[in-house]
């Protein structure tokens, strides 16, 4: 397995990936026209054809926040580490931008808790990332669960955004 920063003729393979998922209603539809504007925020991981087998992006929110999404494996690849190892080459991204913070919200909450996630309250979200939400159909009787991993030794609430402290 091999991951690497995602190229625009990946975009038909990470939409169709997403789609499988996205029937089942475990993931959000994406536009091509979605994907190829946010194609930079992708990394992909491929076997050893070169077939892609998953893909993560990591959108970034504000100077100290950015949100892990569009993660996803093919069914045939489950259980071998590729969203492990997707979930840390994304906070290795995040690192590497300085970011503090990165949020998901998920259905497989106990997936991201094994991969150094914890879980919150939505509610102690920043307001500026429901843009994405509203737009979506199950807004907002959405059963999905917030989750944050920082290079905080704490969160807090601060007028209801969410804080981070560096250590
Ligand atoms: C969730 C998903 C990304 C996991 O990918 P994966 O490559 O199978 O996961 P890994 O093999 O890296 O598993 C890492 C650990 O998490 C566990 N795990 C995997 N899927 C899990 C799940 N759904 N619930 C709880 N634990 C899970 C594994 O058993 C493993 O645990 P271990 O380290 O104790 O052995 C994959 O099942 C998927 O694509 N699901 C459908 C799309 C989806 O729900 N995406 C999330 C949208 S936010």
């Given amino acids: 397995m091999n991951i690497r920063p995602a190229r625009v003729g990946d975009v038909p393979a990470i939409q169709e990936l997403i789609r499988t998922f996205a029937d089942r209603k475990l993931m959000i539809r994406r536009s091509l026209g979605e994907l190829y504007e946010s194609i930079r925020e992708f990394l992909v991981a491929t076997d050893d054809n070169g077939q892609i087998i998953g893909c993560v992006a990591l959108h970034v ?4 926040l950015a949100e892990l999404k569009c993660l ?29 913070t990165v949020f998901t919200l998920t259905y497989v909450a106990d997936f991201f808790e094994k991969c150094g996630y914890h879980r919150i309250e939505k ?8 843009n994405e939400c509203v737009r979506c159909p199950l807004f907002p009787n959405c059963n999905e669960i917030a989750l944050i991993r920082s290079v905080a030794t704490e969160w807090q609430t601060v007028n209801g955004e969410l804080a981070t402290t560096s250590v």
Avoid at 61 to 64: A, L
Avoid at 73 to 98: I, N, Q
Avoid at 123 to 130: C, E, G, R, T, V
């Fill in 61 to 64: 929110f504000w100077e100290d």
């Fill in 123 to 130: 509610a102690d979200l920043p307001h500026k990332i429901w």
């Fill in 72 to 100: 996803a494996v093919s069914e045939h690849a489950h259980g071998r580490g590729v969203g492990r190892a997707l979930l840390d080459s994304c906070w290795e991204a995040s690192r590497l931008l300085e970011i503090k």
